[in-house]
C-alpha cells in the first residue's frame, strides 16, 4: 500500500501543523499506521504510531504530550496534531504501514512495511 503525507509547512516556533496521510491504494484502515521523521544529517525517527481499530497508540518521548495520533476511517486517513512546535521537529515527516502486534517495536526502530512521499515540516525559532 502506498502512503502520502501531507499539511507540511513552516512555523514559529510553539506553533501547530496537522499532517494527513492518504492511502492511494487499499484503505488505509487495515493498517497499523506510524508517523515518522527525517532531518538532514540524522537518523530516521519514529514518532508515532496507531493501531488498525484507533484504539492504542504510542509516541516518542521526544514529541510526548505534544503531538497526537489520530485516524478517520470512513475518510481513510491518517492525522498527527503537532502542538508546540520546536526548531528541533524540523524534518521530512513520512507515514508507513506497520503490524499491528509489532508497532511499537517497529516506530522505535523505525522500520516500516511500506511508505510513500513525505511532507518537509519547518519550525523557525
Known amino acids: 500500500v502506498q502512503l502520502q503525507a501531507s499539511g507540511g509547512g513552516l512555523v514559529q516556533a510553539g506553533g501547530s501543523l496537522r499532517l494527513s496521510c492518504v492511502s492511494s491504494?487499499?484503505?488505509?484502515?487495515?493498517?497499523?499506521v506510524a508517523w515518522f521523521r527525517q532531518a538532514p544529517g540524522k537518523e530516521r525517527e519514529g514518532v508515532s504510531c496507531i493501531s488498525s481499530s484507533g484504539g492504542t497508540t504510542y509516541y516518542a518521548d521526544s514529541v510526548k504530550g505534544r503531538f497526537t495520533i489520530s485516524r478517520d476511517s470512513a475518510k481513510n486517513m491518517v492525522f498527527l496534531q503537532m502542538n508546540s512546535l520546536k526548531p528541533e521537529d524540523t524534518a521530512v515527516y513520512s507515514c508507513g504501514t506497520v503490524g499491528d502486534m509489532t508497532m511499537v517495536y517497529q516506530t522505535k526502530t523505525a522500520q516500516f512495511y511500506s511508505w510513500g512521499q513525505g511532507t518537509q515540516v519547518t519550525v523557525s525559532s
Open positions: 491504494g487499499r484503505t488505509v484502515s487495515r493498517y497499523a
